[in-house]
């Protein structure tokens, strides 16, 4: 304990590329030989709760400081293992409470984790000598691995429990220093073993375009310029659009039968695209993509056909970007409409 006390701690591992904080901080704690929880009691007190919050979300900044002068690591690194970097460009500004576009779900509930918002890929895991958990696993519309081209996964494929790494040392006896972060904490499967799935692709151009869009997110990836918070807002408000439950709004149906798929069952009730599961996002990201790969004439389209309305097209869509609301202009008088 008392190398703990010191300023710089014995084990101060620095965080993997693209790891999230939660991940790191486990490491650390296990790097010690201790329980996360009991690292964190003993570093910060008792009375400060680490894991009752998404703390990839909402890490005080005394915490991330702290990090940063026990590990040696700059400010800008440990900042980098948090969702705060993606503002101003999946989401438009960071608050503390209430939906981020785009970040998936945790529902903490007394460091409980309800809410199946930590995806990964198997391979990625099992090819690491240190597997760990990636802030990009985190992106709602991420479910397909830009390095393995396979899915990912939202839950233990043995049990389907939400995958939380602050509790693998929880709810089980084990050895901290020597049981990698891929195991299940309820039992004991371990995710490197899951089975790599090929997804399901509906369009060739569409599948290209999302894999475009998730490697924005790559360590050391190529971005592109396109992929901005403008263009991740359309997608966003298409997504939004496929589940409308609007009177007179059947873009789904109208992009499914474009796409000639059927339809994938979706779970009941005002759900946000955040909180479905991978497979409903799967689903749905594509059909909204394929919107996206030529957006001006396959709106247009839409809205000829009856699926969509302007005033639907721009509800509760603060901010829009330029070019999307010339093409939506288009489409305010409903006397251009011309049916075909």
């Known amino acids: ?74 400010s800008e690194a440990v900042l980098n293992t948090t969702l705060r970097t993606y503002e101003g460009l999946l989401y438009r500004q960071f608050r503390l409470s209430g939906a981020l576009h785009w970040i998936l779900v945790l529902k903490m509930y007394h460091r409980k984790q309800e809410g199946h918002g930590l995806q990964f890929c198997p391979t990625c895991l099992a090819e690491e000598t240190t597997p760990y958990f990636r802030k990009s696993w985190r992106i709602a519309f991420n479910t397909v691995c830009t390095h393995h081209g396979t899915m990912l996964l939202d839950r233990c494929p043995k049990c389907s429990v939400a995958v939380a790494v602050h509790r693998l040392d929880i709810s089980r006896s084990v050895d901290v220093e020597f049981t990698p972060l891929s195991f299940c904490h309820i039992c004991g499967f371990d995710l490197r073993d899951a089975p790599a799935a090929e997804p399901i692709s509906y369009d060739a151009a569409t599948t290209a375009l999302l894999l475009e869009a998730n490697r924005t997110f790559d360590v050391g990836g190529n971005s592109s310029p396109e992929w901005n918070w403008g263009r991740y807002s359309v997608m966003h408000q298409l997504c939004r659009l496929m589940t409308s439950r609007y009177k007179h709004v059947s873009l789904r149906q109208f992009v499914l039968d474009q796409v000639g798929i059927r339809d994938t069952p979706l779970a009941k009730g005002h759900i946000s695209f955040e909180m479905r599961s991978i497979e409903e996002r799967h689903h749905l990201a594509q059909l909204a993509a394929w919107l996206l790969v030529d957006t001006d004439r396959r709106l247009t389209e839409a809205w000829r056909a009856h699926a969509v309305r302007y005033s639907v097209l721009m509800k509760d869509f603060i901010d829009q970007p330029i070019w999307y609301s010339a093409i939506v202009e288009k489409f305010s008088n409903w006397r251009d409409r011309i049916d075909e």
């Open 1 to 74: 304990m008392l190398g703990l006390t010191s300023s710089l701690w014995p084990i101060h591992y620095k965080p993997l590329p693209d790891e999230l904080l939660s991940c790191w901080l486990v490491r650390l704690a296990h790097g010690h030989g201790m329980k996360s929880q009991t690292f964190c009691n003993v570093i910060f007190g008792n009375r400060i709760q680490i894991w009752n919050r998404d703390i990839d979300r909402l890490a005080p900044s005394w915490l991330l400081d702290e990090l940063s002068r026990r590990t040696g690591t700059s």
